[in-house]
Nanobody, 124 residues
Framework: QVQLVESGGGLVQAGGSLRLSCAASGRTLSYYAMGWFRQAPGKKEREFVAAISQSGGARYYTDSVKGRFTISRDNAKNTVYLQMNSLKSEDTAVYYC????????????????WGQGTQVTVSS
């Protein structure tokens, strides 16, 4: 079992930056591929944002965040990060981190453990 807790969300102006953290407890995070997903206001489903493989050697991003967001992990600290730069109003959402034992992927159904989410609000 893994428990995930996100932090680092908040209110930021367009063009600004935030760094989200996802701290894990329970089983070591190195067993899991990690993903960040988000759910925008009024949207029913969480959309894929970024994912990173167990070793950190492979990273994937949705097209809308490429070049602006960076996912990373520190397995020694059992923590995953999402650095978000050049934020836009359309990035406003609740951001969730997730852990899954499958190879790194963008399918939310393949992630088993989820955090409670952290709100990111970008004002224009």
């Amino acid at each position: 079992q893994v428990q995930l807790v996100e932090s680092g969300g908040g209110l930021v102006q367009a063009g600004g930056s935030l760094r989200l953290s996802c701290a894990a407890s329970g089983r070591t995070l190195s067993y899991y591929a990690m993903g960040w997903f988000r759910q925008a206001p009024g949207k029913k489903e969480r959309e894929f944002v970024a994912a990173i493989s167990q070793s950190g050697g492979a990273r994937y991003y949705t097209d809308s965040v490429k070049g602006r967001f960076t996912i990373s992990r520190d397995n020694a600290k059992n923590t995953v990060y999402l650095q978000m730069n050049s934020l836009k109003s359309e990035d406003t959402a609740v951001y969730y981190c997730a852990a899954g034992s499958a190879p790194v992927n963008n399918d939310r159904n393949k992630y088993t453990y989820w955090g409670q989410g952290t709100q990111v609000t970008v004002s224009s």
